[in-house]
């Protein structure tokens, strides 16, 4: 899988997160994603079913339904309804393939400042010990994953009372607003599905986001939107 990426004169921060749609191509080489993420929405009241994750990745922060895929199982989507089940309780057979988020990994550039050497030097120290952890937080320094979403009603949203742990070993299930999720302020909820959800119910199953780390900072997101797909603002 290749890419093209404007180019721009200064290092986009944290707070500054670079964001372009560009041309994509698709190589017949590129692994298959290795992961789900179901993203389960009650449009009637703009809500949406988030996890606060007690394990890495992610730890402490809300994210979406998911997980690692078995082939053993099936397709992504047979993987992803059983992950749900195991993760909420839900029953769900009407997830729509929104497309591949593919994440990258880096080094964060290294800060020279005269001015700051030992700042210069505790953040070199950080980001070795980020990175040689990254094993142990099950975070790949690349990789991909399919995107799924799933609408339900609000008789649906009403019977499913949170907050709730229904997975002990995973975390607490919030109903939150679209608009709290998607809060300039909100560090709390996973900054790619921050990135996803404005756009996400709106595309298909040949859309693709990429989205660069400089460790555990995102510097970089990219919406290629499949031939016709036209992204509602």
Same mark, same amino acid.
């Given at each position: 899988?290749?890419?093209?990426?404007?180019?721009?004169?200064?290092?986009?921060?944290?707070?500054? $997160?670079q964001t372009n749609t560009t041309t994509t191509t698709q190589n017949a080489s590129s692994p298959e994603p290795t992961y789900t993420l179901g993203i389960i929405r009650c449009k009637e009241n703009n809500k949406i079913l988030l996890i606060n994750r007690e394990i890495p990745p992610h730890l402490g922060r809300w994210f979406g339904i998911g997980g690692e895929i078995k082939t053993s199982i099936g397709s992504p989507i047979e993987n992803l309804k059983i992950q749900t089940n195991e993760q909420t309780g839900l029953d769900l057979n009407n997830f729509k393939?929104? %497309?591949?988020?593919?994440?990258? *990994?880096?080094?964060?550039?290294?800060?020279?400042?005269?001015?700051? =050497?030992?700042? =210069?030097?505790?953040?070199?120290?950080? +980001?070795? *010990?980020? +990175?040689?952890? &990254?094993?142990? &937080?099950? /975070?790949? $320094?690349? %990789?991909?994953?399919?995107?799924?979403t799933s609408d339900?009603? /609000?008789?649906?949203?009403?019977?499913?009372?949170?907050? &709730?742990?229904?997975?002990?070993? &995973? %975390? *607490?299930l919030d109903w939150k607003n679209l608009d709290?999720?998607?809060?300039?302020?909100?560090? %709390?909820? $996973?900054d790619f599905l921050k990135f996803l959800l404005p756009n996400v119910f709106n595309c298909n199953e040949n859309d693709l986001f990429i989205v660069k780390y400089h460790d555990l900072d995102l510097v970089e997101t990219l919406h290629e939107p499949s031939e016709g797909n036209k992204v509602l603002p």
């Open positions: 899988m290749t890419f093209t990426t404007s180019s721009s004169s200064s290092s986009p921060t944290k707070n500054n $997160v393939s929104r %497309g591949i988020l593919k994440w990258e *990994i880096y080094n964060k550039p290294d800060i020279k400042n005269d001015n700051s =050497s030992t700042t =210069s030097k505790y953040e070199e120290k950080i +980001h070795k *010990i980020f +990175h040689s952890n &990254l094993k142990n &937080l099950n /975070i790949p $320094v690349s %990789g991909s994953l399919y995107i799924f339900i009603s /609000i008789t649906q949203f009403e019977n499913y009372r949170t907050p &709730l742990t229904y997975n002990k070993n &995973l %975390g *607490i709290w999720c998607l809060n300039e302020f909100n560090y %709390g909820i $996973v």
